[in-house]
């Protein structure tokens, strides 16, 4: 059984960091694209960042590229999303979320419904 888990959301001012940790198991197929979505009130939900499970593939939505990182911690079954240069209009309900489709594709929005998700963690940006 596939679980992820997000934590490190909170409260930030504009031009701040934060980086997100999603702590994953169970995962059993030989590739999947692992990354993180945001949705917003009011706001179509929108990928930012994807991961291939095993080409080493990684994308950026263009609203994060240069500012947004992911990485993995092989060791500890953890992703990350570092955040810099926060915006306001960042602000969003951040998710972990796996699919069975290419990066390319994950980051535009392509994938209809996620295979697995975590709950979300909430990232404020604000004065």
């Known amino acids: 059984q596939v679980q992820l888990m997000e934590s490190g959301g909170g409260l930030v001012q504009p031009g701040g960091s934060l980086r997100l940790s999603c702590a994953t198991s169970?995962?059993?197929?030989?590739?999947?694209?692992l990354g993180w979505f945001r949705q917003a009130p009011g706001k179509k939900r929108e990928a930012v960042a994807c991961?291939?499970?095993?080409?080493?593939?990684?994308a950026y939505a263009d609203s994060v590229k240069g500012r947004f990182t992911i990485s993995k911690d092989n060791a500890k079954s953890t992703v990350y999303l570092q955040m810099n240069s926060l915006k306001p209009e960042d602000t969003a309900v951040y998710y972990c979320g796996s699919a069975q489709v290419w990066c390319s594709d994950y980051v535009k929005n392509e994938v209809t419904e996620y295979d697995h998700r975590g709950q979300g963690t909430q990232v404020t940006v604000s004065s």
């Open positions: 169970g995962f059993t197929a030989d590739y999947y694209a």
């Open positions: 991961m291939g499970s095993t080409d080493g593939s990684i």
